[in-house]
C-alpha cells in the first residue's frame, strides 16, 4: 500500500510564499493542511483542500527550535479539521532544492501532536510535511499507536500535471 | 532508437511521463474510439476503459478499430478499444469493465485524467462533479447535429472542454444547466437516437488528446487550465469560445475546493479492512457435499414425479 498526495498548484505556490515570509522572532513558520482522502485499493490518496498558516501572535519564544507553537495554534488547527472531517497535516519549509528531510526535531514534537489530532477526527489519518523549493517529504499515520507511513509521491495539479513538486520532473 | 523518437519535441522525459500517466476513457461509442487510438500511438501507458454497450451495425459509421465482425459477435466497446490500444502498445497497462461508469467509479479515482465521451448532459455534471471530487482534470467532448430551419441542411457542431480543479466547469459555462437537464430528463427515455458521424468526433478526439498531451508533457511552457474550444463543421473551424474568457479570473462557483476525497472515508474502518487476515479458500467439508449431493438427488427424484 502507497500513499499519494494531491495538491493545486497554486495552492502550493502560495503556502512556500506564506512559510517564506519572516516571523519577528520564530525562524520559520509552519502552518496546516487540510485534506480529504480516497481509498484506492492499493493506494491512499490525499486531496489538499484548504491551508490555514498559524498567526504570528501564536508563536512562542523557544531558541532551542526554529518555530515553537502554542496551544492556540493548534486549538485553531484541529478545529479546522473538525466539520467536515479532514485530515490535518503540519507543514513547514526547509527551503532549497531536492527532497527534504525531517529533522529529529521535527519528529520529537511530532509524537506529541500527532496524538491530540486523533483525538479530535478519530476517523481520518493525520500527518506532517516538509517542503523544499521543489520538492517534498512526508509522513502519515493511520493510527496514534501505529508507525507512520511515508508519503510515497506528491502531485501538483496544474498545467502541466507534476508527480512532484519541482519544474517537470517525475517523482 | 525507441518508437515514440519522432515525437521527442514533447519536451524532458516526455516518454516517461506519457508511460506513467492513466488516462480514464468513459464511453467508447464515438470520440472516444478516436482518443483511445491516438493515445496509445502517443505512447500512453495506463488505461481505463468503461462503457456498458456492446457494439451494433449503427455503430459502425463511426466507431474506430469496430469491424463487421465484432458487430456480428456483439463484442463489448470496452474490448474493441483494447483491442486497438494493445495492438499499438503491448505494454499498456488496461483496466476495462463493460459496465456503466457510475457502477464501478472506484476504478477511474486513480486515474491522472478523464475524457468523457458521454452524450447527455445529466452524465457529463456527474462526471464532472466525480473528478472535481477526487482533483482529476476531466475533458468534456459533444458533438450536436441541428437540422436547419427552411432548408435541407444540417448544423454539425460540437465542443471540447478542459476542467481542472479551481477553474470553470461545464455550468459556469452555460453546457450544463437546469433548463437543459430538465429538457433532457422529459425525454427520457424517448425513442431515437442522437445523430452521429464520424469526422466530427475525430475533429473533437484530436482536439482532446491535444489537451491530454499538453496536460501531461512540457511540450508548451505555460499551457492553459481550462480550455473551451468550439466546433464549427460546416465551416471547417475550431475556436477558442468568448464563454471561457468571460469566465476567466472568476471563482467557479459549483464546485468547493474544500469539497474533496471521500466523505465516507473512515480510517478506521481502513485499517480493520487492512489487519483481516487474506481469506484462504476453505477445503470442501465432505458431510456438507455429502448433503448437497443427497438433496439435489431429492430434487430430482421430485421433478421427475412433478411430470408423471
Known amino acids: ?171 | 532508437m525507441t518508437w515514440l523518437d519522432r515525437q521527442s519535441f514533447l519536451g524532458a522525459k516526455s516518454d516517461e511521463r506519457l508511460d506513467a500517466a492513466t488516462v480514464g476513457l468513459v464511453g467508447l461509442g464515438g470520440g472516444n474510439s478516436h482518443v483511445a487510438q491516438q493515445l496509445a500511438h502517443l505512447g500512453i501507458g495506463g488505461f481505463v476503459l468503461l462503457d456498458d454497450d456492446v457494439i451494433t451495425l449503427t455503430n459502425l459509421n463511426r466507431l474506430v478499430g469496430g469491424t463487421l465482425d465484432d458487430v456480428l459477435a456483439k463484442r463489448p466497446k470496452v474490448e474493441i478499444a483494447a483491442r486497438v490500444i494493445g495492438a499499438v502498445n503491448p505494454k499498456a497497462r488496461i483496466i476495462m469493465r463493460q459496465a456503466k461508469w457510475q457502477e464501478v467509479g472506484d476504478l477511474l479515482k486513480g486515474c491522472d485524467v478523464i475524457v468523457g465521451g458521454v452524450d447527455h448532459i445529466g452524465s457529463k455534471d456527474e462526471l464532472e462533479a466525480f473528478c472535481r471530487r477526487f482533483m482529476i482534470p476531466y475533458i468534456d467532448m459533444g458533438m450536436d447535429v441541428t437540422a436547419l430551419p427552411d432548408t435541407w441542411e444540417s448544423l454539425v457542431s460540437g465542443q471540447v472542454v478542459l476542467s481542472t480543479p479551481g477553474e470553470p466547469c461545464l455550468r459556469c459555462l452555460q453546457l450544463v444547466t437546469e433548463e437543459r437537464l430538465k429538457v433532457e430528463a422529459q425525454r427520457y427515455g424517448a425513442a431515437g437516437s442522437r445523430p452521429q458521424v464520424v469526422w466530427p468526433n475525430g475533429v473533437l478526439a484530436s482536439t482532446a488528446v491535444g489537451l491530454v498531451v499538453q496536460l501531461i508533457t512540457p511540450w508548451m511552457r505555460d499551457p492553459p487550465r481550462s480550455a473551451y474550444f468550439a466546433y464549427d463543421a460546416n465551416l471547417g473551424t475550431v475556436t477558442p469560445s468568448d464563454r471561457l474568457s468571460r469566465r476567466r479570473g472568476k471563482p467557479c462557483p459549483h464546485y468547493r475546493a474544500k469539497a474533496v476525497g471521500d466523505p465516507m472515508f473512515d480510517v478506521r474502518r481502513y485499517l480493520e479492512r487492512m489487519d483481516k487476515p487474506a481469506i484462504l479458500e476453505t477445503p470442501l467439508d465432505p458431510t456438507s457435499a455429502r448433503a448437497s449431493l443427497v438433496g439435489r438427488f431429492l430434487t430430482w427424484v421430485r421433478s421427475i414425479l412433478s411430470h408423471h
Do not use: C
Request: aromatic share 8%; glycine share 8%.
Open chain 1, 1 to 171: 500500500m502507497t500513499v499519494h498526495l494531491k495538491i493545486d498548484g497554486r495552492l502550493l505556490d502560495t503556502v512556500r510564499q506564506d512559510l517564506h515570509r519572516p516571523h519577528p522572532f520564530a525562524y520559520e513558520r509552519v502552518g496546516f493542511f487540510t485534506a480529504g482522502v480516497a481509498d484506492l485499493g492499493d493506494r491512499l490518496l490525499l486531496l489538499v483542500r484548504d491551508y490555514t498558516p498559524v498567526a504570528d501572535a501564536d508563536y512562542e519564544i523557544d531558541r532551542k527550535v526554529g518555530a515553537k507553537i502554542g496551544s492556540a495554534a493548534m486549538r485553531k488547527a484541529v478545529q479546522s479539521a473538525y466539520r467536515p472531517a479532514a485530515t490535518l497535516l503540519h507543514v513547514h519549509t526547509h527551503g532549497g532544492q531536492g527532497k527534504p528531510g525531517f529533522s529529529g526535531v521535527d519528529l520529537d514534537s511530532a509524537k506529541s501532536f500527532v496524538p491530540g489530532f486523533f483525538e479530535t477526527t478519530p476517523r481520518m489519518p493525520h500527518g506532517l510535511l516538509v517542503l523544499s523549493n521543489d520538492a517534498a517529504h512526508g509522513l502519515l499515520w493511520l493510527a496514534s499507536d501505529r508507525p507512520p507511513l511515508t508519503i510515497d509521491e506528491f502531485q501538483r495539479i496544474d498545467a502541466p500535471l507534476q508527480r512532484e513538486w519541482g519544474n517537470h520532473d517525475l517523482a
